[in-house]
């Protein structure tokens, strides 16, 4: 795929300009923060009886505006601690950010703006959320925002201090899971933050394997990711220790009766593609399509992980 050009996302009409700034809040990565939704809200369901529609759909936009936000951010505070400027070892669309500064699309300020404002309008969102469903609400809402900004801003900078893989996993785990059970039950549920195990440990790995390519400009910037520490081999190990324990999770689970006993087995082929990806993180630069392959398997584990886990659920609450 190629990057994004002026000469694809110029213009200065209304419907140019909406699709240029679409676009920069990098949507194809959505699912990342959409699907604990729907995993809490799914578990939410069974445990209740019962669906309440205006919390869901409240959830879901806050979700994706503020993760929209921090895509955005993240683009500008990359660009100014000097990670994405001279990134030569990324593999678009996956690694070295949305390419929008870089490439003229839109500049730093440009991208700022429209980061913090769709963190305001996430944040208003969330509020009107509260006002519907309670004040716990401000609680998760302020825990995402905070993961999501302090990720990549100065001076906190979290993926640079080899912190970025626990705070996407807690942001895009159990914050969205557990929250999303709330709003359904009005409780807090132990249940809840066992189904988030694998959902976090999946989208911690994605990130995990996204470092891989961005080292060299990641150490360059000074950002001591997890991969800048621990070089490919230790970060190939990590890798697949994490998916391992995301399928014992989930075979635990399915054993204990809190999901189907045929869900558990199907989870743990997700070590398949999980053996490969790991594999390609130590292989040899000049293979980098063996690189992107183990990044899609990766994107893959997460999208039909979670889309098991769900599955099951409603499998179970509708028989």
Same mark, same amino acid.
């Given at each position: 795929?190629?990057?994004?050009?002026?000469?694809? /996302?110029?213009?200065?009409?209304?419907?140019?300009?909406?699709?240029?700034?679409?676009?920069?809040?990098?949507?194809?990565?959505?699912?990342?923060?959409?699907?604990?939704?729907?995993?809490?809200?799914?578990?939410?369901?069974?445990?209740?009886?019962?669906?309440?529609? =205006?919390?869901?759909?409240?959830?879901?936009?806050?979700?994706?505006?503020?993760?929209?936000?921090?895509?955005?951010?993240?683009?500008?505070?990359?660009?100014?601690?000097?990670?994405?400027?001279?990134?030569?070892?990324?593999?678009?669309?996956?690694?070295?950010?949305?390419?929008?500064?870089?490439?003229?699309?839109?500049?730093?300020?440009?991208? %700022?703006?429209?980061?913090?404002?769709?963190? @305001?309008?996430?944040?208003?969102?969330?509020?009107?959320?509260?006002?519907?469903?309670?004040?716990?609400?401000?609680?998760?809402?302020?825990?995402?925002?905070?993961?999501?900004? *302090?990720?990549?801003?100065?001076?906190?900078?979290?993926?640079? %201090?080899?912190?970025?893989?626990?705070? @996407?996993? @807690?942001?895009?785990?159990?914050?969205?899971?557990?929250?999303?059970?709330?709003?359904?039950?009005?409780?807090?549920?132990?249940?809840?933050?066992? /189904?988030?195990?694998?959902?976090?440990?999946?989208?911690?790995?994605?990130?995990?394997?996204?470092?891989?390519?961005?080292?060299?400009?990641?150490?360059?910037?000074?950002?001591?990711?997890?991969? @800048?520490?621990?070089?490919?081999?230790?970060?190939?190990? *990590?890798?697949?220790?994490?998916?391992?324990?995301?399928?014992?999770?989930?075979?635990?689970?399915?054993?204990?009766? *809190? /999901?189907?006993?045929?869900?558990?087995?199907?989870?743990?082929?997700?070590?398949?593609?999980?053996?490969?990806?790991?594999?390609?993180?130590?292989?040899?630069?000049?293979?980098?399509? %063996?690189? %992107?392959?183990?990044?899609?398997? =990766?994107?893959?584990?997460?999208?039909?992980?979670?889309?098991?886990?769900?599955?099951?659920?409603?499998?179970?609450?509708?028989?």
């Amino acid at each position: 795929m190629s990057e994004p050009s002026t000469v694809a /996302l110029g213009g200065s009409g209304p419907l140019q300009v909406a699709r240029r700034m679409f676009l920069a809040t990098r949507p194809k990565f959505f699912t990342a923060s959409v699907l604990p939704v729907f995993l809490g809200t799914a578990w939410g369901y069974k445990t209740a009886g019962s669906f309440n529609s =205006t919390s869901f759909i409240l959830a879901i936009m806050a979700t994706i505006l503020i993760h929209a936000a921090t895509n955005v951010l993240n683009d500008v505070y990359d660009e100014l601690t000097g990670n994405d400027g001279p990134n030569e070892g990324r593999i678009y669309p996956y690694t070295g950010g949305s390419r929008f500064i870089q490439n003229g699309i839109m500049d730093v300020g440009q991208m %700022r703006r429209w980061g913090f404002a769709l963190l @305001v309008v996430g944040i208003l969102t969330g509020l009107l959320l509260a006002n519907l469903s309670g004040v716990a609400v401000i609680g998760f809402g302020l825990a995402g925002v905070a993961l999501g900004v *302090l990720y990549s801003a100065p001076p906190f900078r979290l993926s640079g %201090r080899g912190l970025g893989e626990l705070a @996407v996993a @807690v942001g895009f785990g159990p914050l969205p899971v557990i929250g999303a059970v709330w709003l359904q039950t009005g409780a807090f549920s132990v249940d809840a933050v066992l /189904l988030s195990i694998p959902v976090g440990i999946w989208i911690a790995n994605v990130l995990l394997i996204n470092e891989v390519p961005d080292a060299t400009a990641d150490a360059a910037a000074d950002s001591r990711t997890l991969v @800048v520490r621990l070089n490919a081999p230790g970060t190939a190990w *990590l890798y697949f220790a994490g998916q391992a324990i995301a399928a014992i999770v989930a075979i635990a689970l399915s054993l204990s009766g *809190l /999901l189907p006993i045929w869900s558990g087995p199907l989870l743990l082929l997700t070590l398949i593609p999980a053996w490969k990806a790991m594999q390609s993180i130590t292989a040899p630069s000049d293979e980098r399509d %063996r690189l %992107r392959a183990g990044i899609e398997g =990766t994107l893959f584990i997460h999208a039909v992980g979670s889309l098991v886990l769900i599955g099951s659920i409603l499998a179970t609450t509708w028989v």
